[in-house]
């Protein structure tokens, strides 16, 4: 079977720790969401910072569709490729408009004085599109600044689509969201799987949000301490022991509260 990305002994050292240790982790070409979850420190956000160009690791493959060798390409050649990440906090121009936000991630900075007009309509439809998408389409002309946290989430979210990822890394977005931004995020991701040929790796601490996603039948990796500690369904995962001892110490809790 094909695959999208398949990382194998993966292993990072900042002075001496090792914040990944001989990581393996296979994406294949027909998944759409995969969920990535485990306690602070146990390398979600480091695996990141490598499968972007940010962090060269001391050993290990990373290969993106097969063929292309990760390791070793800027930050820049690897967006290129189709690999785009969202960090945690949102980082969208506050004082520029919507539509300009989106036009700037899309490298059309030519565009920003008279966009509506002299924008290609293949670029306007496009960005029309992907706005609608998120819900945001109503609010084109607003600044981003005075949008609320949700809405910003969603909007940076709207910049990397417009980009057409293939693969996107999204790390915590919904992180400070209500409960209704929540279940509209979670239905906001189920329209871009459906819609488009991009996998999804998610990073999320927030355990209701992972159950929303995880009911759906998308796989779940736990890492800790810098390895996979388990891998399936979100089920298999929490009954896991290893997991139980690992988070919560044997016999503390039911496995179902794990993680």
Sequence with gaps: MATLLYVEGLTVSFDGFLALK?????????????LLIGPNGAGKTTLFDVLTGHV??????????????????????????????????????????????????????????????????????????VLEQVGLLQQVNELAGILSHGQKQWLEIAML??????????????AGMTRAEKEKTAALL???????????????HDM?????IARR?????????????????????????????AYLGRGKVSAGAAC
């Design 161 to 174: 689509l417009v980009q057409s990822p293939t693969l996107l890394l999204l790390d915590e977005p919904v």
């Design 56 to 129: 060269e690791p001391v050993s290990g493959r990373v290969l993106f569709k097969d063929r292309v060798n990760l390791l070793g390409s800027s930050a820049h050649a690897i967006a290129n490729l189709g690999v785009i990440r969202k960090f945690q906090t949102p980082s969208v121009f506050p004082d520029h408009t919507v539509i300009e936000n989106m036009v700037l991630s899309s490298g059309r900075k030519r565009f920003l004085s008279t966009v509506c007009s002299r924008a290609s309509s293949q670029d306007r439809d496009r960005i029309a599109e």
């Design 217 to 245: 039948g998308h796989r779940v990796t736990v890492l800790h301490e810098g390895s996979v500690l388990s891998e399936g369904t979100l089920d298999r995962v929490q009954s896991d022991e290893r997991v139980i001892e």
């Design 190 to 204: 189920d329209g871009i799987v459906e819609r488009m040929a991009s996998c999804i790796v998610l990073i999320e």
């Design 22 to 34: 001989h990581l393996n982790l296979i994406l294949d070409a027909h998944e759409r969401i995969r």
């Design 208 to 212: 209701e949000f992972v159950r929303q």
